[in-house]
């Protein structure tokens, strides 16, 4: 369920903040994010695609918005993609994971806590403007993107993915079903033990508001529309993940079911593994040939003019 739509910007923020502060310490371990040549394969491949096949040796001097626990933009560095990366998140929390992960990879990082509507840096400051999974948190996209074009170089690109569509938003509410449905069955076949919340759980910050954090899924023809409105131009959408995204949330639907630490390690690796092998299928058969409005997650690029 998103935010309501009389929810006010200010209030959308504030929830935003809230949640991801209180999920940044298990926000990897729920999301399965790997550091290694996995998850660098992954971002590079998205990478790829949203730049419609023109990957470049580097982004140079890349801006990450909503950087998280810095699943993206910490991949992208160890791939060798990018020069010098600042981090900017509305979450102190997801910064301050992402630091730790960056010390433990030797990754040189700035972090700085600002909402994408109003970015503190100059004009001209970077070459690349990049997220992942953020747009659809902003209550106020034209303004962001002004921002992201006065920030870029002249030739500077906008880089997002992982932005969920509409119409694969409405498609995963079937196997998340058929996940929360097959959880006493599947708990049985692998031994997991069935989660049982407390009511002090229940009312936690991640818990409650998590249905709110979401303002936007997208149309890819109304998320073309936004970035020419801020002066940007080869404006490029694309999408990804069909196959996967059905295998993938009824998977982790029947996970959510069950103690975490009840869950057998095998069964983790043969759910992460066949979510990739998925998304090859994906990326080799049905990505090449459908459009984008078949798919989960959308990607998007556009270029400023020189």
């Avoid at 709110?212 to 936004?226: G, M, Q, S, T, Y």
Wanted: hydrophobic share 40%; charged share 25%; aromatic share 8%.
């Amino acid at each position: 369920m998103p935010a309501s739509p009389s929810a006010t910007p200010e209030h959308i923020k504030d929830v935003n903040t809230r949640y991801h502060d209180a999920a940044a310490h298990s926000y990897d371990a729920k999301w399965g994010i790997d550091f290694g040549p996995i998850g660098q394969d992954q971002v590079e491949g998205k990478l790829r695609k949203a730049l419609d096949g023109d990957l470049p040796d580097t982004l140079g001097r890349v801006l990450e918005i909503g950087a998280g626990t810095g699943y993206f933009s910490l991949n992208l560095a160890l791939a060798g993609r990018i020069d010098s990366l600042t981090a900017t998140d509305i979450s102190p929390g997801m910064l301050e994971s992402l630091s730790k992960t960056a010390a433990n990879l030797g990754i040189e990082v700035e972090t700085v806590v600002t909402e994408a509507e109003v970015l503190p840096f100059d004009d001209d400051s970077f070459d690349t403007v990049i997220g992942h999974a953020v747009l659809h948190h902003i209550p106020d996209l034209d303004r962001a993107f002004s921002e992201f074009f006065r920030v870029l170089v002249p030739g500077g690109r906008i880089v997002f993915c992982g932005e969920p569509s509409r119409y694969g938003d409405r498609v995963a509410a079937a196997p998340k079903r058929i996940g929360t449905l097959a959880g006493p069955v599947w708990r049985r076949l692998v031994g997991a033990s069935v989660l049982e919340h407390t009511e002090e759980e229940l009312c936690d910050e991640e818990h409650s508001l998590e249905p709110e954090v979401d303002v936007h899924a997208f149309a890819p023809a109304d998320l073309r529309k936004i970035p020419p409105g801020a002066g940007f131009e080869e404006v490029h959408v694309s999408g990804e993940e069909a196959v996967a995204n059905l295998w993938g949330w009824s998977m982790r639907s029947m996970e959510s079911t069950a103690v975490p630490d009840s869950i057998p390690i095998g069964w983790r690796n043969f759910a992460f593994r066949s979510y990739i092998a998925f998304q090859k299928v994906d990326t080799a058969l049905l990505e090449p040939r459908l459009p984008a409005e078949f798919f989960y997650n959308l990607l998007l690029s556009a270029r400023k003019p020189y």
